[in-house]
């Protein structure tokens, strides 16, 4: 291992090489290879640095050099979309590594499908059924994938996909859990996520973790509030492309929901988790639609609108706002969510939401606190967590054990507790195994925490909630 890694983070890392292989990479070989400058996520770029230059420790001149070379002739840039359209149009067939979807329309007397690929501005590319069954995906949230593009008389059509896919061995990523003690194991999430756990004490690692609750967990909806520079969407922006990220520009409950006119479902119907950024400055259109229709959606996990269509999700939605700090860098206002849009202050909305990240609570990210050391692929780990996702057995020991003190507990306090308490079983002891001290400090207590920032914005908001106790208390039962 290269000695410009501290010895603590090098010994972690040859344990972390050991024991999962080649599913591991040293996390500086990414940004070295400047290949995001190109647009494109980490789950993609780890991906093609293994395909095309495999290996560990920190990447040389020589293969940044051969990475950049494939990157420039394989991945289209802003200024690219008219070469390549100019090449199909002269009979050649063009290799592209890009992201490609599929859409699906539905008329009386036919049905036509047709692949979308945003980076060259292609919305209308032929495909075959025999791609569409080979990778379903497509139709879901769509593929990353190496391309080949022809031009027919019918139009452009894609001739072969080759999609970047990690290969989850759930089991293997339980049972390697052993070989770690809590602080290694902590410390390897931290970066497989992007982050150099070595630049964050104990309390801010608990929050960055926080951060992976709806991709382990189903229908974890979460609020984030920090200042600018924290990093609250640099995660998201790269762990799964299950993830999708909106920052910026309208948001419509056809975006959302469905599109009553096409049968084309939203958003929440297509991902796992879908994170709204810096909710003050989107448009939302119809907001009186979204947010009813979120209500329910919150609620029980149906998507509708105006009843023309209807279908379950256990998508997660996370909002992530900005927040003012004074000169201690404590939140100015006492009412944390004055800083959101009017529709969501509501208390109906809020009480359908788990629980608040306090990401004011963490560190701005410098040049230190991104990772430097070895962790887990980022298409293999994003995978990991969302495979987690159904796998119950948290769900049910937490279900069992956590209760909700008081004469007169809240129920839904309870089930939130009990699902981000889950969601930190699942990411800090996947296989289950924890001690009852352990559970209490590192699932149960944090989770009690979240979602009483949640309690105390409604019960300062509505007289409603007083009638339950102001502090939430909990309590380990036997089961």
């Known amino acids: 291992m290269a000695s410009d890694i501290p010895i ?4 972690l890392a040859d344990k972390v090489l050991r024991v999962f292989g080649r599913l591991a990479i040293d996390k500086r070989r990414l940004p070295a290879s400047q290949l995001q400058k190109r647009g494109m996520p980490a789950y993609v770029g780890e991906w093609l640095l293994d395909t095309i230059i495999p290996g560990n420790g920190p990447l040389t001149p020589e293969e940044a050099r051969k990475a950049q070379a494939w990157a420039e002739k394989y991945v289209p840039g802003p200024g690219d979309q008219k070469v390549i359209k100019f090449r199909l149009s002269q009979g050649e067939t063009v290799k592209v590594l890009t992201p490609v979807t599929v859409e699906i329309s539905l008329k009386r007397d036919k049905s036509e499908r047709f692949a979308k690929m945003s980076l060259l501005s292609l919305d209308d590319v032929l495909i075959s059924e025999e791609l569409i069954e080979l990778h379903k995906d497509l139709l879901r949230h769509g593929l990353w994938g190496v391309t080949e593009l022809t031009n027919t008389s ?7 996909f080759r999609p970047m ?22 410390d390897l999430v931290l970066t497989s996520m992007g982050y150099n756990p070595e630049a964050f004490d104990d309390s801010e690692k608990l929050i960055l973790l926080c951060r992976l609750l709806p991709l382990v967990e189903k229908s974890m909806h979460l609020i984030e509030l920090a200042p600018k520079g924290t990093g609250k969407s640099y995660f998201f922006e790269n762990v799964s492309p299950r993830v999708r990220l909106i920052s910026g520009g309208n948001v419509s409950p056809a975006v959302l929901f469905v599109n009553n006119a096409s049968g084309q479902w939203g958003l929440l119907a297509r991902f796992s988790v879908v994170v709204l950024d810096e909710v003050q400055t989107l448009k939302f259109e119809k907001p009186d639609e979204i947010v009813g229709g979120l209500k329910g959606f919150l609620a029980n996990g149906r998507l509708t609108r105006g009843g023309l269509h209807e279908t379950s999700s256990d998508c997660g939605i996370v909002l992530l706002a900005n927040i003012g700090l004074d000169s201690e860098q404590r939140p100015i206002r006492n009412l944390l969510v004055e800083e959101l849009p009017e529709f969501m202050q509501e208390t109906a909305f809020l009480d359908r939401i788990k629980g608040i990240i306090p ?39 937490c279900a069992r054990r956590i209760r909700l003190k008081g004469t007169k507990p809240y129920v839904r306090n309870e089930q939130a507790i009990r699902s981000i308490a889950s969601g930190l079983m699942k990411i800090l002891f996947p296989d289950c195994v924890v001690s009852d001290s352990d559970f209490i400090r590192y699932c149960l207590m944090p989770a009690k925490s979240l979602r009483q920032l949640i309690w105390d914005q409604l019960y300062s908001l509505d007289s409603e909630y007083r009638q339950y106790e102001e502090e939430l208390e909990c309590e380990l039962v036997e089961g």
Do not use: C, H, M
């Open 359 to 397: 990401g004011w609570k963490t560190r701005k990210l410098s040049t230190e606190a991104y990772a430097n050391s070895v962790g887990l692929k980022s298409d293999l780990f994003g995978d990991a967590l969302l495979a987690l996702r159904d796998d119950l057995t948290a769900d049910g020991i």
């Open 154 to 160: 019918q139009g452009v059509a894609i001739s072969t």
């Open 8 to 11: 603590a983070a090098s010994s």
């Open 165 to 186: 896919q990690a290969t989850v061995n759930l089991g293997l990523f339980k049972r390697a859990r052993s070989e770690f003690s809590l602080p290694e194991w902590r």
